[in-house]
Nanobody, 119 residues
């Protein structure tokens, strides 16, 4: 069982910054990818950024140049630094952890953290 917990969301003005954190704990095995997604009511869940175990990163076009994903493998933690936030970044941000355990791939989600960008 893997427990994923996000933190760091909140209310910020346009142009501001936030740093999200996501920690995974439990019977994990080997994590091979961690990522951030976001969801707003009535829309599909959107991939924001991912990072592999070797620190290869990818970003959606909408956040490229403004957001930065990083990870601490020793702590099973992933971070999302969000700069120059825009109102359209408002969403629930969810963390996803993909890992191997007992020879199989698994995926676990956190509950999400709300990010609101508003003046």
């Amino acid at each position: 069982q893997v427990h994923v917990v996000e933190s760091g969301g909140g209310l910020v003005q346009p142009g501001g910054s936030l740093r999200l954190s996501c920690a995974a704990s439990g019977t994990i095995g080997s994590i091979y990818a961690m990522g951030w997604y976001r969801q707003t009511p009535g829309k599909q869940r959107e991939l924001v950024a991912t990072i592999s175990s070797t620190a290869n990163t990818s970003y959606s076009e909408s956040v490229k140049g403004r957001f930065s994903i990083s990870r601490d493998n020793a702590k099973n933690t992933v971070y999302l630094q969000m700069n120059n936030l825009k109102p359209e970044d408002t969403a629930v941000y969810l963390c996803n952890v993909k890992y191997y355990w007992s020879g199989f791939q698994h995926s676990s989600w956190g509950q999400g953290t709300q990010v609101t960008v508003s003046s």
